[in-house]
């Protein structure tokens, strides 16, 4: 079956700079791959998502990029603010409604 | 447009007992994931389900647990005879079809 690692677990930014978190998964016949975020006490928030016929899709300060070839997908997000910090999770599935197989989250933290 | 609803949002049981959990989709959606999260880490899958059919449940465990999706009315996780390790964060996602899942709040299970 699918597994996914995500990397790092915890990462520190200074507000305005970039964070990325990466993943890599190992099920070549994955093609779904979405970012959630989830805040203290809450469920988990779909933030982008990308598709395995496109290698990088953008929404204002979050990007996300995909190589197929290598297996790897990752977020961007810029001009980070404190209200960034959370964890955030990635996942990945074969589309239709295979079940998604999440990442172990990467905790960020924006240091005003 | 309501989101998913689950219920309890907190719910503590003595060992033995036994934990119903509750989940109402997005209307028009018909598709129900349960996810397990102990803290600090990741989400796990249990069960995927459709209207009055289990289609996957792969993630949970064949004993004390059972999930179902009836014709009317919401998704129920069902734990029998609970012990300390089911204290966990249990978490409700539908969709309409593909992938794009809408998380609930959660129910977190507390086991004395």
């Known amino acids: 079956g699918e597994n996914v690692e995500q990397h790092p677990s915890t990462l520190s930014v200074q507000e305005g700079d970039s964070a990325v978190i990466k993943c890599t998964y190992s099920?070549?016949?994955?093609?779904?791959f979405p970012w959630y975020k989830q805040e203290l006490g809450k469920g988990p928030q779909l933030i982008i998502d990308?598709?395995?016929?496109?290698g990088e899709k953008k929404d204002q300060r979050i990007a996300v990029t995909l190589n197929k070839t290598a297996k790897h997908f990752s977020l961007h997000i810029t001009e980070t603010q404190p209200e960034d910090s959370a964890v955030y999770f990635c996942a990945a599935a074969f589309s239709g409604n295979t079940p998604l197989v999440f990442g172990k989250g990467t905790r960020l933290s924006v240091i005003a | 447009n309501a989101g998913v609803m689950q219920n309890p949002r907190h719910l503590v049981r003595r060992r033995g007992q036994e934990a119903r959990l509750r989940c109402s989709p997005v209307?028009?959606?018909?598709?129900v994931y349960w996810y397990r999260q102990l803290p600090e880490e990741g989400l796990k899958f249990m069960v995927y389900l459709q209207k009055e059919n289990i289609i996957d449940e792969s993630g949970m465990p064949k004993e004390r647990f059972s999930a179902e999706f009836p014709k009317e009315g919401p998704s129920i996780l069902r734990i029998q005879q609970v012990v300390r390790g089911d204290s966990a964060a249990y978490f409700c996602a539908s969709s309409p079809a593909g992938n794009g899942y809408t998380f609930g709040s959660g129910t977190r299970l507390t086991v004395v």
């Open positions: 099920d070549s016949a994955s093609n779904y």
């Open positions: 209307k028009g959606h018909s598709h």
């Open positions: 990308i598709r395995s016929n496109v």
